[in-house]
């Protein structure tokens, strides 16, 4: 039996690397980031129709700990069908720990 919807929780790498730079790079993106992901990801090109059900973020990593796990991070998101569903590794502490 095939189950096509984790697939539409996959990010593109051009889109999980403009996430992670955006995150890192742009306060603004940051904070609606926190606020309203979906609306963050819409921005970024992320398809309303493929954005996840569960996105909630208590405290997003700081761009410290972002940086450090930047290459790491791209190619999670990029591969995970879980990424977005489960969303540890924008949250601030986990980043590193959910990427192991």
């Known amino acids: 039996m095939s189950n096509d919807k984790p697939e539409t929780n996959k990010i593109s790498p051009e889109i999980a690397a403009r996430l992670v730079s955006r995150l890192i790079d742009d306060p603004a993106f940051r904070e609606l980031f926190q606020k309203d992901a979906r609306q963050a990801l819409t921005e970024i090109g992320f398809s309303p129709d493929e954005q996840p059900l ?11 700990e972002l940086r450090a796990v930047q290459a790491q991070l791209e190619q999670y998101l990029s591969t995970s069908t879980q990424a977005m569903l489960l969303p540890h590794c924008f949250e601030a502490g986990k980043a590193a720990d959910s990427l192991e």
């Open 54 to 64: 569960c996105c909630d973020i208590q405290q997003l990593a700081s761009v410290e």
